[in-house]
DNA sequence: GTCGGAAAGG
DNA sequence: CCTTTCCGAC
């Protein structure tokens, strides 16, 4: 069962009898992605933000797709809400109706295939997960290590998402078989394409490789309005990234790429270590970068894991593998619970339950060899009197520490790293999370980081300005290594994080992982809701930047996000397109 | 508008 | 669990 699995949340549609229905924010992924709907909501600003043009219409369709014709979009909005504690979604603040999507947790790495962007990409389109490279695969053919590892197949995931998602398309109300649904039929586009190798061949396309990744992903926004540069079909050249993507070496490093995404994920999501027993090839990051330079360019690389592809089903398993639906389950973020009641005064530690922390034991060996590896270096360690708190962020961060690679795409990795910390810490001082001023940042502004996650400060409006030009699209590189300083550090002093210590708050993480998760959570709540303590207020935010730092930040999410691609033009035309659209939700609908 | 608690439904 | 519904507070 370990593997990697979505959040159950994120699979209960289709693994539970209970809620088979299709989640709200697959259904918002689902219009984002068609141009139809454009109109009525559509990416928009930062990576992963959309804003609801109609919200009544959307508030329509969603009921239409409930069956729930009182749905309107206060109640839309609620369920939105409930998004918030599970981190798939943010509200941009100061924005009206815009909100925004952490894709580094959710989609990229669990729905890879989503293309947001069918065809042609949202402005701000999701991430791609590159795959950070932190992990190092040890040389072996991606066939190779496919079989090898079992859990690496994570196609069948993949697939079932797929299904999900088709699923959750638009349509129906009525029995369940939709019909349809356009992502189905892209999917199915996509794995021709590809061929029939579903799985990983999916991911790495051996030859179709960056085109249909980032098709499927789409494009970053750009809100400038630039002209897109991306074509929305086939990319080829184009490739938004600014290194090129191009899978050297085949599948490998695909497989790698993917990989690795899948593993910044895990640590992203706080995942126990013990997913990575199941990547056996796998071998821990590569830490070892004493010295906190920035690394060396890696490009991005871009386009890692296209699971965009092929995941989608496999035909022949009809259910795809799907059957179980997963083998490998990681936990992502742990989900909102609520809990009210915890105390914040508590420490969060206690965790509640640590697991995994035996197999962690594994993952954290290395992961601590390689850190020491790195602290070896100057460690400055910013201690902080945090507690876990920080260090978790710290912590995921510290995922990232890998620093190296690439992650130039990710803002978040980078971003995460080096953001959250400074980020963060100023939040601590100040802020508290939703307050938010993003929008006005009073102070220092943060640079336009995109992060995913984090939360607050990305909501503030996306001045980041979507790498139209399809090179980077995280600005939170240039963040990085416009510092240029190795270490910045600054004043948080932090933003270099002793990796050493960044890796011990892993493992402590790990084993606190998931009463961290809930603690952040539920100090979110607290926070917001009670808050008000002061002590534990400042607990809280702190436990909450790291969630918010696990979200996306962590550099996993970062990875993940990698790439972005250029939006693609967007708006055109799409009311005759959206009306015809409508009318295929109406009849699908009908049903009800 | 937005937020989130509470209760209820499926 | 994931909303849906209702609702008071900001």
Known sequence: MLGFAFPEWAYKPESSPGSRQIQLWHFILELLRKEEYHDVIAWQGDYG??????????????????????????????????????????????????????????????????????????????????????????????????????????????????????RGSVSDCSDGTSTNSELEEAVGAEERAVGQERAFRGLLPPRLPHDSLFRVYGGAPNPAGLPRPAPRVHPEPLSPFPVSPLPGPGGLLDMKHYLQAHTQSVFNYHLSPRAFLHYPNIIIPQPHRPTPEKPAAHHLHGPPMSLSHSLSQQPGGGDDGHQHPSPYKFKLQPPPLGRKQREAGSSLATSSSSSSSSQSSSFTGSGQISSSALAGGPPKIKVEPISDIESEEEVEVTDISEEDELNHNNEDDQGDIFTPTVRHRPHLLNNHHQANGNSSSPSAPLPPLPDDDDDEEVFKTPATPPPGSGGLAFPLISLKSEPGQPSPISPGGTRCIPLKLRFKRRW????????????????DKKVRAEGEEEVEGKREEAGRRESEVENGGGRGGGVILGLMLPPPPTQRRASSELQRATAQLSLENTGC
Request: aromatic residues 12%; glycine residues 6%; hydrophobic residues 30%.
């Open 49 to 166: 933000e959309f804003v609801i043009k109609d919200p009544d219409e959307v508030a329509r369709l969603w009921g239409a797709r409930k069956c729930k014709p009182q749905m309107n979009y206060d109640k839309l909005s609620r369920a939105l809400r409930y998004y918030y504690n599970k981190r798939i979604l943010h509200k941009t603040k100061g924005k009206r109706f815009t909100y925004k999507f952490n894709f580094n947790k959710l989609v990229l790495v669990n729905y890879p295939f989503i293309d947001m962007g069918s065809g042609r990409v949202p402005q701000s389109a999701p991430p791609v997960p590159t795959g950070g490279t932190h992990f190092r695969f040890p040389p072996s053919t991606p066939s190779e290590v496919l079989s090898s590892s079992e859990e690496l197949r994570s196609p069948g995931m993949f697939s079932s998402v797929a299904r999900r998602m088709a």
């Open 508 to 523: 402590s993480e790990d084993q606190k992982m998931e009463a961290d998760g809930e603690r952040d959570e539920a100090e």
